[in-house]
């Protein structure tokens, strides 16, 4: 069993940053693919972020590519986002995933581990 929990999250104005942390314990934790995710007021939960086991495979949803980076320190099996350039529509609840593979994915679906999540306000 892996647990998630992540922190980090607050109200912020536009054009600022946040960093995300997701700490995870349990088994090994470090050798699980990790995702970001946010779930917005009335909408589906979407994808945001993914890496791998060794930090070298990072994907990003065009919404926030050039403004997010993800990446991990496995060391402290820590994987953190950056978010920079915050807009209003990146207001969600973030949710940290882990995924019992070393192949990353997007789909929400293919995780297994889930956190509590934390929230994000971006003012305008």
């Known amino acids: 069993q892996v647990q998630l929990v992540e922190s980090g999250g607050g109200l912020v104005q536009a054009g600022g940053s946040l960093r995300l942390s997701c700490a995870a314990s349990?088994?090994?934790?470090?050798?699980?693919?990790t995702g970001w995710f946010r779930q917005a007021p009335g909408k589906e939960r979407e994808f945001v972020a993914a890496i791998s086991l060794s930090g070298g495979f990072k994907y990003y949803a065009d919404s926030v590519k050039g403004r997010f980076t993800i990446f991990r320190d496995n060391a402290k099996n820590t994987v953190y986002l950056q978010m920079n350039s915050l807009k209003p529509e990146d207001t969600a609840v973030y949710y940290c995933?882990?995924?019992?593979?070393?192949?990353?994915?997007?789909?929400?679906?293919?995780?297994?581990?889930w956190g509590q999540g934390t929230q994000v306000t971006v003012s305008s």
């Open positions: 995933a882990a995924r019992r593979s070393i192949v990353v994915v997007m789909s929400s679906r293919e995780y297994d581990y």
């Open positions: 349990g088994r090994t934790s470090s050798t699980y693919t």
